[in-house]
C-alpha cells in the first residue's frame, strides 16, 4: 500500500544566496505537499545582517514570501562561524527532518557541494537522513559572471514602456535590482523584482524595459 501522509516525515531545503533559491524551496515545497509533512528551509551566512549587501537584502525578502507562500518555516542563521554541515546536522537533529534538498549547483561557500565534500560529510554523519539533489537550470548557470554585482534600481513607467533610474521617487512603479553586463558603457542587462508572489526577470536595453511582462 502506497504511503501518502505521513507526519514522521519532515523536509529540510538549504539555501544560498543565488538565482537557484526559489527553485530548491518550490521542490521542497512539492516533495512536502505530496507527503503532507512539516517544512523547513535553513539559510547560512557568515556575516551579520547589518553588512549584507542590497542583493542579500533582496533574496532573504523574496524567501520569506515564498515561504509563507507554500507554508515552510524559514531558518535564517547569520553571523554564523560554525562549519555549515554542523549547522545542517544541528537542525537536522532539532527538526526530526528526514529528507534534505540541496542544489547540485552552488555559490561561495557552497561550491564544496559540487565536489562531493559536504555531501559525503552529510552522507556519513546523516545516515538516515535522504539527500535530494536538485539541478540548477543551464540557463542560471550561463548567466553567472556575465553581470556586476547587483544594485537597487527602479522602473518608471514610460509612454514606450519603463525606464530604469536609481533614485527613488513617487513615480516609481517597480523597485528591484538591476544587474548590468560586464563590459558596457550604457544600462544593459537584467532588472529582477517581485511581481506578485513570482520573482520576475526582464531584459533592460540603454535604460529601457519595453515589455514588463517579458521574462528573459
Known sequence: MMKTESMDECILVCVYYGPNGERLMRRGGKIAKMLKCPLYVLTVDPQPEDEWDIEKTHYISVWRKIAEEIGAELIEKYNEKRPIVKVICDITKQK?????????????????????????????????????????????????????????????????????????????????????????????????????????????????????????
Open 96 to 216: 526530526n527532518v528526514t529528507q534534505i534538498v540541496l542544489g547540485q549547483t552552488a555559490q561561495s561557500r557552497w561550491e564544496e557541494i559540487t565536489k562531493g565534500s559536504i555531501i559525503n560529510e552529510l552522507l556519513h554523519k546523516l545516515s538516515f537522513v535522504d539527500l535530494h539533489l536538485v539541478s540548477v537550470s543551464r540557463e542560471l548557470e550561463v548567466q553567472e559572471g556575465f553581470y556586476e554585482k547587483g544594485i537597487r534600481a527602479y522602473l518608471m513607467e514610460v509612454n514606450e514602456g519603463h525606464r530604469l533610474c536609481f533614485n527613488h521617487t513617487y513615480l516609481d512603479k517597480y523597485e528591484g535590482i538591476f544587474y548590468k553586463e560586464v563590459g558596457t558603457d550604457f544600462n544593459n542587462g537584467v532588472f529582477k523584482f517581485m511581481m506578485g508572489n513570482e520573482m520576475v526577470e526582464v531584459p533592460v536595453i540603454d535604460d529601457h524595459v519595453k515589455d514588463i511582462h517579458k521574462i528573459d
